[in-house]
């Protein structure tokens, strides 16, 4: 398998992961977060890589070009959202990208039943989309500090 194929291969759709963890093949801790991620940055890589030491299998549910205009705006993503899982899924730590169209991800957290949900920022863990489904199913919710002065926002803003 060339770099490139094993890149594409953590590019999988939700029932694809499913499959995979019915037939055992993802049989440990698994670790979701979610975002843009529209500008990959050194927040996000000490994010990420922060948030996979919680697990074994490192999963981002990744928003949708159209999601993303949604939330953030015209003229947002600033990458397609092809270009940013390819980057994301290049990142040694990440076992899976998935992309999902909707504002929250809820859907995708309800599927793949992570054993801890990782968000960034200023939440308060119980504000966290998903918070009531992972903890009533026995996983942990925890919120990571951003590293000041790095987000998309504020790169784009400094145009």
Request: with cysteine.
């Amino acid at each position: 398998m060339t770099a490139r194929e094993k890149i594409e291969s953590k590019i999988i759709s939700a029932s694809d992961f499913l499959k995979l963890r019915d037939k055992k093949e993802i049989k440990r801790k698994i670790v979701f977060t979610n975002g843009c991620f529209d500008i990959l940055h050194k927040g996000h890589i000490e994010y990420l890589s922060k948030a996979s030491e919680f697990g074994e299998n490192l999963v981002i549910g990744l928003n949708s070009d159209s999601s993303v205009t949604r939330l953030k705006g015209e003229g947002r993503p600033v990458q397609d959202e092809t270009s940013r899982a390819l980057v994301l899924a290049s990142l040694e730590f990440v076992d899976f990208v998935i992309l999902f169209g909707e504002d929250t991800p809820i859907e995708l957290i309800s599927s793949i039943k992570p054993d801890f949900l990782i968000k960034g920022g200023d939440y308060k863990p119980e504000n966290i989309i998903g918070y009531d489904f992972v903890t009533k199913n026995g996983g942990e919710v925890y919120c990571l500090n951003f590293v000041e002065g790095y987000s998309s926002s504020y790169i784009i803003s400094k145009q």
